[in-house]
């Protein structure tokens, strides 16, 4: 019964997570208080593993959280029941797409997509740094990395690897 469960939540998500992975948060958070599946706190570690590893965050977000409710299995449903959703509509409609792609009803579509997307990335990164920044060290490393990505225009991965050695070194 877990797996057919994880399998509609993800696939729920990966029907609906227009504008990337970290769309996928705000869905998870949801996911962590009506299913009690995983806490808010090993959310956050999902968020930060699957941010510093290969592969799309969405994907490794699902992976992750099916295999902390349900191990191996549960990490395998929960991630084909999101990229499921995804492959359907590439099948289905990627001849329509194609040859409706510069028409004005299918522009307009996009235009109306971008920005909820762009609400549901901003309102993951609030729910991230709520998760986040507990104190006045994570609240002052997480505005020096801010300040530093804006201006020094540095790899993500510079900032994923400063981020672990500060943490290891600051004890955060």
């Known amino acids: 019964m877990i797996y057919l469960l994880l399998f509609v939540e993800f696939f729920k998500i990966g029907a609906l997570a227009f504008g990337g992975g970290l769309v996928t948060v705000p869905f998870l958070v949801e996911l962590s208080k009506t299913r009690n599946w995983f806490s808010l706190e090993q959310l956050t570690?999902?968020?930060?593993?699957?941010?510093?590893?290969?592969?799309?965050?969405?994907?490794?977000?699902?992976?992750f959280a099916g295999f902390v409710t349900s191990g191996i299995g549960g990490s395998l449903v929960a991630t084909f029941g999101l990229v499921l959703p995804a492959f359907l509509v590439l099948?289905?409609?990627?001849?329509?797409?194609?040859?409706?792609?510069?028409?004005?009803?299918?522009?307009?579509?996009?235009?109306?997509?971008?920005?909820?997307?762009?609400?549901?990335?901003?309102?993951?990164?609030i729910v991230i740094a709520k998760l986040s920044i507990v104190d006045c060290?994570?609240?002052?490393?997480?505005?020096?990395?801010?300040?530093?990505?804006?201006?020094?225009?540095?790899?993500?991965?510079?900032?994923?690897?400063?981020?672990?050695?500060?943490?290891?070194?600051?004890?955060?």
């Open 91 to 125: 099948l289905l409609f990627s001849k329509y797409i194609i040859k409706y792609k510069d028409t004005p009803v299918f522009n307009n579509f996009l235009s109306g997509i971008r920005p909820a997307a762009l609400a549901l990335i901003l309102y993951a990164g």
């Open 137 to 172: 060290k994570t609240a002052l490393f997480a505005l020096l990395f801010f300040v530093m990505s804006y201006f020094c225009k540095l790899s993500p991965i510079v900032f994923i690897l400063l981020g672990a050695f500060c943490g290891a070194m600051f004890e955060m």
């Open 45 to 63: 570690d999902m968020i930060a593993v699957s941010e510093s590893t290969p592969g799309p965050i969405g994907i490794n977000m699902a992976t």
